[in-house]
């Protein structure tokens, strides 16, 4: 193939790796070649001459949230320009799939992986990991492992949100999100307890509403939280199943955003993107937290694994506010 593409093997090679040191003529001479020749690649020879499968594994909790698929789009498509394949396992919150899941990505040979299990502090779970024998980072979770860590910073996220809505006048403040065990639900909910005490408000099990999971229906207990009298004048919710059902509830009691109740959802899911008003948003930047989960799993592949100390690092939320958080109406 290389001598009818008229390139040295070494040039054939990286054209069909997808390395990025080849001239655009280069590639289309070796594909041109390759057609003629009904060329296909055998990966698992590569994969033995080269010790790497050009594969990243993903294990996320729930993948039913769309702030989970969202991040892993733009994780794969930041892997794809590096040629790397990226594999996605949905473990459903289930303890025995998300140790299932980490065999085969080891019995496949993986380069690395990327995790965020719902069941953080199993042991058994945590043990496997920490014996895991190629790089891996460990996305928003506290786990008994020392290894790579990206937090989201929910204290500093949420405690922004409170001051907005605080400074705009509101004194009744509700929270709307999963009560989950693993690190995001317990984090938001302390975070948001927090930040009403420090502003000197009172803090009601009232204006929170925490359902099972991220796409639980929290329709009822909001419903019952807005009809009483002294309902809040504006809520965080959660930017999932829990914000359709939240906003679903709002509309059937007739109440208008932000007129009657402002509102800011955590994370910016797609279908209120064109919503009038425009909500306020607090999301994380998909696109620089690719960015550095791929840098660190490159330093850890191009360095050796275990040669540099653990990363542990927070990792900021982007306040957008729009029109959905207003002063509170008169009483």
């Known amino acids: 193939m290389a001598r009818l ?27 041109r070649a390759a057609a003629s020749l009904r060329y296909r690649p055998n990966h698992a020879a590569r994969s033995l001459r080269s010790r790497s499968t050009k594969t990243i594994g993903c294990m996320f909790s729930d993948l039913s949230n769309p702030l989970y698929a969202r991040l892993f789009g733009t994780l794969e498509d930041r892997l794809a320009r590096e040629g ?8 459903s919150n289930q303890l025995d799939r998300e140790i299932r899941t980490l065999k085969l990505f080891t019995e ?32 928003d979770r506290e ?67 925490l359902p099972e999971s991220s796409m639980s229906s929290a329709y009822d207990d909001v419903i019952k939280m807005l009809s009483r009298k002294d309902r809040p004048t504006s809520i965080i919710v959660q930017g999932t199943g829990v914000l359709s059902s939240t906003m679903n509830a709002i509309a059937r009691l007739g109440l208008r955003i932000p007129d009657d109740i402002s509102l800011v959802s955590i994370g910016r899911a797609d279908f209120i993107l064109n919503h009038v008003p425009a909500i306020s948003t607090l999301r994380v930047d998909y696109e620089k937290l690719s960015e550095e989960i791929t840098a660190r799993l490159f ?8 040669r540099k100390p653990p990363l542990r690092r927070l990792f900021p939320y982007v306040f957008e506010v729009r029109g959905s958080s207003t002063a509170p109406p008169r009483e």
């Not at 065990?181 to 975070?191: D, H, T, Y």
């Open 5 to 31: 593409a008229g390139v040295s093997l070494g040039s054939a090679s990286r054209a069909l790796s997808g390395a990025n040191n080849v001239s655009e003529d280069t590639i289309a001479r070796v594909q």
């Open 299 to 306: 330093e850890r592949l191009g360095n050796g694994n275990g």
């Open 143 to 209: 786990m008994l492992v020392k290894a790579d860590t990206i937090l989201f910073d929910h204290a500093a996220g949420i405690a922004q949100v409170v001051d907005h809505l605080a400074e705009l006048g509101h004194t009744r403040i509700g929270l709307v999100t999963a009560n989950l065990k693993s690190r995001p639900g317990r984090r938001r909910i302390a975070a948001f307890k927090a930040a009403v005490r420090a502003h000197g408000l009172k803090l009601s099990d009232e204006n929170l509403v």
């Open 108 to 139: 496949r040979g993986l380069d690395a992986l990327i995790i965020a299990p719902a069941h953080e502090r199993n042991r058994e779970l945590n043990e496997f990991i920490e014996h895991l024998p190629m790089p891996y980072l460990i996305l």
């Open 84 to 91: 790397y394949v990226t594999l996605i396992s949905n473990t």
